[in-house]
């Protein structure tokens, strides 16, 4: 047990390649513990639903031709975590990583996202926690394509991994966010980011006839990610073909001068 505990999650699910490409990288420089949901969960931020079974099932896998033991959970991403903390690992982990999810996570519409969702929950536990997510097509967000290559995205898990394991970051940084560009390298240049405040995913409303017809509410991305700050998620990962990294804080508080704002809110209901 002298090697650093990873504990690796995902929303895609126990099946997915993403998954295995994480747990092949952090291999190499810990103990990795992988524990996910049974079911994919994309799109289930930090949800902790009553209708989650909890049923936790071991597996045994193959990676790097080495026999290991892992786990689905039948819950969300966020229920996978706190299972694996409460009930399947021995201690705490040393780090909790997410990932590698199908589909980039930008913008301020991360909230919905399991694979942040993940993550914040960790944070929430006070344990150090990394969240990468890899710039796919649309068709294959759902999807265990084997067209999409993780290469890249693996190597930088590792090394973002292997830096919060030896560095503490600044205060109010509760976990990062990491968004790979498809056609990114391991040498790839990262830049550290602020959420875009774009509406990247652009909802689209059920294709059907009828309200009685079962219908998904579809999304399409953003047209024109130059519109948007250079210093955003979006336009480093985007237009400057980059690696986002975006530094989160558990405290949604607003920003602002709370007295100003008192102040207002007083003088518009007088």
Request: charged fraction near 20%.
């Amino acid at each position: 047990m002298s090697k650093p505990q990873i504990l690796l999650t995902n929303d895609d699910g126990i099946q997915s390649p993403g998954l295995w490409a994480a747990a092949e990288a952090l291999s190499e420089i810990g103990y990795v513990h992988v524990v996910a949901p049974r079911d994919q969960y994309s799109g289930a931020g930090r949800s902790l639903p009553s209708i989650s079974d909890g049923i936790i099932t071991p597996h045994q896998v193959t990676v790097n031709s080495k026999q290991w033991t892992v786990y689905s959970v039948g819950g969300t991403p966020a229920q996978a975590v706190l299972h694996a903390i409460l009930e399947i690992m021995p201690s705490k982990p040393d780090l909790v990583v997410s990932g590698i999810n199908y589909g980039e996570n930008v913008g301020v519409g991360i909230t919905a996202s399991g694979t942040v969702g993940a993550a914040i929950e960790a944070a929430m536990q006070g344990l150090p926690a990394l969240a990468i997510s890899l710039e796919t097509d649309i068709e294959h967000h759902l999807s265990y394509s084997t067209d999409v290559d993780f290469t890249a995205s693996a190597c930088l898990t590792r090394k973002f991994a292997r830096i919060l394991l030896h560095r503490e970051l600044l205060p109010d940084v509760d976990l990062l966010k990491i968004d790979v560009p498809k056609d990114a390298t391991c040498d790839t240049p990262w830049r550290v980011t602020r959420l875009s405040r774009l509406d990247y995913f652009i909802p689209i409303a059920a294709e059907r006839d009828s309200w009685e017809i079962p219908g998904r509410i579809g999304y399409r991305v953003a047209s024109d990610p130059r519109a948007d700050q250079p210093d955003t998620d979006v336009y480093v990962m985007r237009v400057l073909r980059q690696v986002a990294v975006t530094p989160l804080s558990l405290d949604m508080t607003s920003r602002v001068d709370l007295s100003l704002l008192e102040q207002k809110l007083r003088a518009d209901n007088a």
